[in-house]
């Protein structure tokens, strides 16, 4: 007998479990038009309010998975991801991609736009000049080859399921769906052929979910469901109550990494989630026989230069500039105000509202508000003083970079009201602070 699509959300409606033909059935309509917006937008909301069973959960992702293309590779090395539910000022993947990538592993890093208070990785390459964040499955298949890693977005041909999927979510307020989360996001990197996986679960006020106790459900589910389907996976839980690093936006936060990667200045918080993750997945993929190895092995990369000598290499292969890592300045959009706001007082940085700083970003124009917004490579903020930071006439809050006076001044009242100026020292929280496996 037929499936019928409007029989089969009826049943997820009433509260049903479906099965793994029906989920296939409901996918492959997603993807060949064979249900409508209509139906799509009925399915995603049964699906938010009744969820999804384990089993189910592990069926709706490997049916999205097999929507398109499922990269087969033939290396010799293993191929390893890292995924982060984003945050403000999260630039690990820039750097995360390249260490792996230098200690033996191949890196086919499927990145994301921002949207709301969050940037994505995907921005932030867009403003290194030619840099091509959209290649075929060929291309990319070529730059892992001769590179190591490649950071680059969903083509048309991975989990195509999902893209439509997320944009009939975010049209019918489906999007927190936790068992549709785990579906977008692992499909992606099943789609491409990975041996392990290291999630970035993040909670806090910068994060999409600010409580640790949902959080923690997220991870659960994604380590569950990519177990299910055959791809090792560990989350690590990490803090986003302050901006990682010391800057927000996108130019401004791919600087930030070249310097990281040349260790100019390395930012303790994003230096300690960057190892964390990075040694998780070294082990994971078999290169190291514990995190203690993969860690000094990472460290080694990095000192070594051959971390940067890896995005480099990247960022050419995938048209940028050949010198990049050598004169990044010249290359990076600049704002043309760029200037410092003062506390109100003198002190410590007690908190931020992380949130806040992640929107005085959208405000300057670094993030999109809406999915049509043209994003400003240039504008963010430099120079963040972290929670317990001494603050004052010598150590400003941040630097703010703007289009204009009125882009500043808007960016100094909010970033002001954002963070909180106290006496004392501030209460000190690990940027890891779990882990799921």
Not at 42 to 62: D, I, K, P, Q, S
Not at 131 to 152: F, K, M, N, S
Not at 206 to 230: D, K, Q, S
Not at 306 to 313: H, I, K, Q, V, Y
Request: hydrophobic share 45%; glycine share 12%.
């Amino acid at each position: 007998m037929s499936l019928l699509p409007a029989e089969v959300i009826r049943r997820k409606r009433d509260g049903a479990t479906l099965t793994r033909e029906e989920i296939a059935f409901l996918v492959d309509g997603i993807t060949h038009q064979g249900l409508s917006d209509a139906q799509v937008g009925a399915l995603a909301m049964a699906l938010f309010l009744r969820g999804m069973e384990a089993g189910e959960r592990v069926a709706l992702t490997e049916a999205m998975r097999d929507s398109g293309t499922v990269i087969a590779w033939d290396l010799d090395r293993p191929v390893l991801d890292k995924h982060s539910t984003g945050g403000v000022g999260d630039k690990v993947s820039l750097m995360l991609a390249p260490i792996v990538a230098a200690c033996g592993g191949a890196v086919p890093m499927i990145s994301g736009r921002g949207l709301g208070h969050t940037g994505g990785t995907l921005d932030k390459l867009d403003s290194v000049p030619g840099y091509d964040t959209t290649p075929g499955v060929d291309e990319l298949r070529r730059v892992v080859r001769v590179a190591g890693c490649a950071i680059v977005g969903q083509t048309a041909d991975l989990a195509p399921a999902d893209r439509r999927l997320y944009a009939i979510r975010d049209a019918t307020g489906t999007v927190e769906s936790i068992p549709l989360i785990v579906a977008s996001i692992l499909s992606k990197k099943l789609a491409a052929g990975l041996d392990a996986l290291v999630m970035d679960v993040k909670f806090g006020s910068g994060a999409f979910m600010a409580e640790r106790a949902a959080a923690e459900e997220l991870a659960r589910a994604l380590v569950e469901v990519a177990g299910g389907a055959g791809l090792p996976t560990v989350a690590l839980l990490t803090d986003m109550d302050q901006v990682l690093g010391s800057s927000a936006g996108n130019a401004v936060e791919v600087l930030e990494s070249v310097e990281y990667l040349n260790g100019t200045r390395r930012d303790p918080r994003l230096h300690e989630v960057t190892l964390a993750l990075a040694a998780s997945l070294l082990v994971q993929g078999g290169l190291y026989a514990d995190e203690d190895a993969a860690r000094v092995a990472a460290e080694q990369s990095l000192d070594s230069g051959a971390a940067a000598e890896r995005f480099g290499r990247m960022v050419a292969e995938l048209g940028g500039p050949a010198d990049f890592m050598e004169r990044p300045g010249e290359h990076l959009a600049a704002a043309p105000l760029v200037r410092a706001v003062e506390p109100e007082r003198t002190g410590v940085v007690q908190a931020m509202d992380c949130r806040a700083v992640g929107l005085v970003v959208t405000g300057l124009g670094g993030n999109r508000a809406k999915e049509s917004d043209v994003i400003d490579p240039a504008v963010g903020l430099s120079q963040i003083a972290g929670v317990g930071a001494n603050v004052g006439p010598d150590r400003a809050l941040a630097v703010v970079h703007a289009r204009d006076q009125a882009g500043f001044e808007a960016a100094e009242r909010a970033l002001r009201a954002a963070v909180r100026v106290g006496d004392g020292a501030a209460e000190a929280r690990p940027a890891v602070a779990g882990r799921i496996e």
